[in-house]
């Protein structure tokens, strides 16, 4: 692979559960000065030696091989114990692997938990000069982009304020602007964006775009699919441990959702009103994703979503409906029949389509149900799941039109 800046090789990590040694100095000895008396360890249990397996030998990283090239952004997915955080903190040097080899060319700069790498007793300032010493900068080259950091971080007003007093989120944008902006060669970020907020989060999202565009490599974790599609040139997958998967982005992300999403059982979520007990809906998708993981989907294209159950008995009129949130604010509601008809005994489908540049990126949630034209008979969910649109903008979806609707320009008009 051309300009490889990150090569690992037959990686694996191990950890043990349960009792591994005696855990004091005394007790050390205690077992060394046994087993060269050929006599028995006074500290091995009753029952006898304990095997690998029933100390609970775990692999979190068995045998795990990729590169990674200049200026790529790479996309590490996978469900939750996977092994993700483990391979970071590995190429992060945090831990050690057991076995195996890494090669990576370059600073790297890391954000792996909240709050990682600051000290707590230190300012926001004082900590920025740490982490550049960590990297192997001078305080000179800290200084020269210490007003950069604390703007994209928006921490003018508490750079000076210990950390211990940095909310999650004032922490995340600290901790990002940091690693961003002190210009590693190799940046490495963990699910931590998740605290942020999505303004903050699309901040981050184009840092990471432009970071690589000046030739650095990023590593990205995320359970987010939307932001991992659009951000990521490429994906793998963590399985077990291991690279299940090693390819293109949409592909990669395509296959985990089909591979290791569980749909969301909306049987089971709670209803109210008069005809809870008579339809029960049975499945709910966004664009043909199940919404066991928040479905991401572009604002240029159309939203597709499809909701089936059960009727158990006659409905005479009858409409099912969906009503769209967000910020918890009712945005709409969209019925899936223009006049009432009757509701039949039966299986169903209603299905509604959100025209293409109608919503502006964010997060969108939803609620389900059935009514009658006047409210004799009807049934509503609790919030349901929703979808997220994604913060790709053009001439139709600009960034200056703040809300949730996207009204097209024409629907204003200057006289003068």
Not at 280 to 299: E, I, K, Q, S
Request: proline letters at 3%; charged letters at 20%; aromatic letters at 6%.
């Amino acid at each position: 692979m051309a300009n490889t800046v990150i090569k690992v090789e037959h990686l694996s990590k191990y950890y043990r559960l349960g009792l591994i040694g005696a855990g004091t100095l005394r007790e050390d000895v205690s077992r060394m000065m046994s087993r060269l008396r050929g006599k028995t360890d006074p500290l091995d249990p009753i029952h006898g030696h304990m095997t690998g397996r029933d100390q609970g030998e775990i692999w979190a990283l068995n045998d795990v091989n990729f590169e990674v090239s200049q200026g790529e952004i790479l996309g590490i997915i996978g469900k939750n114990g996977a092994g993700k955080s483990t391979l970071l903190k590995v190429l992060s040097r945090i831990t050690a692997p057991t076995s195996g080899r890494i090669k990576m060319k370059g600073r790297v700069g890391s954000l792996l938990e909240v709050g990682t790498g600051f000290h707590e007793e230190l300012t926001g300032r004082e900590n920025v000069y740490l982490n550049g010493a960590i990297l192997g900068m001078t305080r000179q080259e800290v200084s020269s982009k210490l007003d950069e950091i604390i703007e994209f971080a928006e921490m003018a007003q508490f750079i000076d304020t210990p950390v211990k007093r940095y909310s999650s989120g004032m922490r995340v944008r600290l901790a990002f602007s940091v690693a961003a902006h002190l210009e590693p060669e190799i940046l490495i970020i963990d699910e931590v964006l998740a605290v942020g907020d999505i303004e903050f989060q699309n901040k981050c999202i184009g840092k990471m775009e432009s970071v690589a565009g000046h030739g650095r490599t990023v590593l990205f974790v995320s359970h987010n699919m939307n932001i991992v599609q659009n951000l990521c040139t490429r994906g793998i997958i963590i399985d077990h441990g291991s690279v299940g998967f090693d390819g293109g982005i949409q592909e990669a992300t395509n296959l985990y959702m089909t591979n290791h999403g569980e749909a969301l059982d909306i049987s089971k979520e709670k209803f109210r009103g008069v005809i809870q007990n008579k339809i029960r809906f049975t499945h709910l998708t966004v664009n043909g994703h199940d919404l066991a993981a928040r479905v991401g989907v572009n604002p240029s294209q159309p939203i597709t979503i499809s909701l089936s159950g059960i009727n158990q008995a006659l409905i005479k009129d009858a409409e099912i409906f969906i009503a769209l949130f967000c910020d918890g604010y009712r945005l709409a509601t969209m019925f899936d029949q223009e006049t009432t008809t009757p509701l039949i005994e039966g299986e169903f489908t209603s299905t509604f389509v959100i025209p293409p540049n109608l919503l502006q990126p964010g997060q969108y949630a939803l609620k389900i149900g059935a009514q009658s034209p006047r409210l004799k008979e009807w049934m509503i969910s609790d919030f349901i799941g929703g979808f997220e649109v994604s913060a790709q903008w053009d001439a139709l979806v600009q960034e200056r039109k703040v809300g949730s609707i996207n009204i097209t320009n024409s629907a204003g008009k200057r006289t003068q």
